[in-house]
T-cell receptor, first 114, second 114 residues
Framework: GENVEQHPSTLSVQEGDSAVIKCTYSDSASNYFPWYKQELGKRPQLIIDIRSNVGEKKDQRIAVTLNKTAKHFSLHITETQPEDSAVYFCAASTPRNYGQNFVFGPGTRLSVLP | DGGITQSPKYLFRKEGQNVTLSCEQNLNHDAMYWYRQDPGQGLRLIYYSQIVNDFQKGDIAEGYSVSREKKESFPLTVTSAQKNPTAFYLC?????????????FGPGTRLTVL
């Protein structure tokens, strides 16, 4: 089945710097890649997603890039702010003959230092 | 943060007992999901339901059971067959099934087996 790896597991950046989190997946049939943000003590929330027919998507300070050949996708956060501090999870969705497979990465704890 | 609720917030269980976690949504979503979150790991899919009276096993369904008799409700039972049930359980819903739509998460239930 699908396996999703995520790096780094922890990331500290200075406020205003950029942060990049990378995920790799194993199943070339995967076609949907969302990113969720989970602040301390709160529920995960979708921040951006990308489908396999698109190479890049941007929403203000966050962007996601997808390299289908290499089977990896990355989250880019520019001009980081303290409120960006959270755990970020990537995920990959893979169609199956019956239903769908959906796997999350282990998460990256991002700390933005003031 | 309204729309999808879970109860109770904290739950304690003795070994050998079954326990049922509640998940309710008033978003009129067709699909609902149950995940387990352990420290240092991503969310792992237990069960999902794309429509009333239908549900599918996820990656770690053993020792768990669900029902979907109403669109609004997707209770999860943790049975005594689950060998390591202590974890944080998250319920989610999406407007339609297929994992290619934003999932809205509940606040979670922390289950501790004594």
């Amino acid at each position: 089945g699908e396996n999703v790896e995520q790096h780094p597991s922890t990331l500290s950046v200075q406020e205003g710097d950029s942060a990049v989190i990378k995920c790799t997946y194993s199943d070339s049939a995967s076609n949907y890649f969302p990113w969720y943000k989970q602040e301390l003590g709160k529920r995960p929330q979708l921040i951006i997603d990308i489908r396999s027919n698109v190479g890049e998507k941007k929403d203000q300070r966050i962007a996601v890039t997808l390299n289908k050949t290499a089977k990896h996708f990355s989250l880019h956060i520019t001009e980081t702010q303290p409120e960006d501090s959270a755990v970020y999870f990537c995920a990959a969705s893979t169609p199956r003959n019956y239903g769908q497979n959906f796997v999350f990465g282990p998460g990256t704890r991002l700390s933005v230092l003031p | 943060d309204g729309g999808i609720t879970q109860s109770p917030k904290y739950l304690f269980r003795k070994e050998g007992q079954n326990v049922t976690l509640s998940c309710e949504q008033n978003l009129n979503h067709d699909a609902m999901y149950w995940y387990r979150q352990d420290p240092g790991q991503g969310l792992r899919l237990i069960y999902y339901s794309q429509i009333v009276n239908d549900f599918q096993k996820g990656d770690i369904a053993e020792g768990y059971s669900v029902s979907r008799e109403k669109k609004e409700s997707f209770p999860l039972t943790v049975t005594s067959a689950q060998k390591n049930p202590t974890a944080f359980y998250l319920c989610a819903s999406s407007i339609v099934g297929g994992f290619e739509n934003e999932q809205f998460f509940g606040p979670g239930t922390r289950l501790t087996v004594l």
